[in-house]
């Protein structure tokens, strides 16, 4: 267990629908990542925050949105869902700002149908 | 085009084996991490490697950062089949992103 809560484990939903993703880091971690996971592009960091701001950005979609609120829990929100959106999508968390110790929950597997 | 790539893409031994696998990239990063994941699972962080010419150990598994920063290997001494998984390196291009390669999947057989 590595301390990273994500909820919903599972999640279907149809295209075009809107979805929020849950993370809850491990306490004491001020940073939170979100990543997307599918099989032909592999693992994507798609956005970064650290005390509840933004600090990097990867492949996040305009549609996708995320915040880290004032009890440092994130939630990734993903709007007008396509096929192509299904995937794992997994957050990380570490003390520092840096991801040199980051750990991963267990994911969100996402099918949008 | 990847920043990050790892080789092989698969490999399956039998238990007892030693193997190496490989990440490699035409940037400088100014460090290297090596992540294990299982299926239903998170990536679980290996080690991190900063330094160039970095040799670091972990039981069975010894991580080396290259010289110029460019690339790393990862070697399993004796493998067992609880080393089954995907390996991914990961990295930071920049102070603003968070690269990881498409994975070695590992396969150890009894």
């Known amino acids: 267990d590595s301390g990273v809560t994500q909820t919903p484990k599972h999640l279907i939903t149809a295209t075009g629908q809107r979805v929020t993703l849950r993370c809850s880091p491990r306490?004491?971690?001020?940073?939170v990542y979100w990543y997307q996971q599918s099989l032909d592009q592999g693992l994507q960091f798609l956005i970064q925050?650290?005390?509840?701001?933004?600090?990097a950005k990867g492949n996040i979609l305009e549609r996708f949105s995320a915040q880290q609120f004032p009890d440092l829990h994130s939630e990734l929100n993903l709007s007008s869902l396509e096929l192509g959106d299904s995937a794992l999508y997994f957050c990380?968390?570490?003390?520092?700002?840096?991801?040199?110790?980051?750990?991963f929950g267990q994911g969100t597997r996402l099918t949008v149908v | 085009t990847q920043l990050l790539e790892q080789s092989p893409q698969f490999l399956s031994i039998q238990e007892g084996e030693n193997l190496t696998v490989y990440c490699n990239s035409s940037?400088?990063?100014?460090?290297l991490q090596w992540y294990r994941q299982e299926p239903g699972e998170g990536p679980v962080l290996l080690v991190t490697?900063?330094?160039?010419?970095e040799v670091k150990k972990l039981k069975r598994l010894t991580f080396q950062f290259g010289d110029a920063r460019k690339d790393s290997s990862l070697h399993i001494t004796a493998a067992q089949p609880g080393d089954t998984g995907l390996y991914l390196c990961?990295?930071?291009?920049?102070?603003?992103?968070?690269?990881f390669g498409p994975g070695t999947r590992l396969s150890v057989l009894p």
């Open positions: 940037s400088v990063f100014s460090s």
């Open positions: 990961a990295g930071r291009p920049t102070l603003r992103s968070f690269v």
């Open positions: 490697v900063v330094t160039g010419g």
């Open positions: 990380a968390s570490s003390v520092e700002g840096q991801g040199f110790k980051a750990f």
């Open positions: 925050y650290y005390n509840g701001e933004e600090r």
């Open positions: 306490s004491g971690d001020l940073s």
